[in-house]
């Protein structure tokens, strides 16, 4: 499995951007579907996107479509969640997770589906 490290995590005012990273390694990164979830205190973690093998896929949650942007650098085994327009109701961890999939597959939208996970990033939208 692979080993999955987070950063880029802050406090940041509403309206504005962060990119989260991933670091991958432990594995061959390009034999893994890639994707993004969060989890605000008391809440269930949720999906937000996911990312082929090849990066030509994507698939958005409802909730970050038209704001968020996921992507992949197979060469620097590295997943990024480009995120705009931030809310408070943006303010949660925020998980990578790797799933051994090399199909053009993107709809995972369920954490059990994943069996890579990172330690979080907090990321913090204020007003």
């Known amino acids: 499995q692979l080993q999955l490290v987070e950063s880029g995590g802050r406090l940041v005012q509403a309206g504005g951007s962060l990119r989260l990273s991933c670091a991958a390694s432990g594995g061959t990164f390009s034999n893994y579907i890639m994707g993004w979830f969060r989890q605000a205190p008391g809440k269930e973690r949720e999906f937000l996107a996911s990312i082929s093998w090849h990066g030509g896929n994507f698939h958005y949650a409802d909730s970050v479509k038209g704001r968020f942007t996921i992507s992949r650098d197979n060469n620097k085994n590295t997943a990024y969640l480009q995120m705009n327009s931030l809310f408070p109701a943006d303010t949660a961890v925020y998980f990578c997770?790797?799933?051994?999939?090399?199909?053009?597959?993107?709809?995972?939208?369920?954490?059990?589906?994943?069996?890579?996970w990172g330690q979080g990033t907090q990321v913090t939208v204020s007003l």
């Open positions: 997770a790797a799933r051994r999939d090399s199909r053009n597959s993107i709809f995972w939208t369920e954490p059990r589906n994943y069996g890579s």
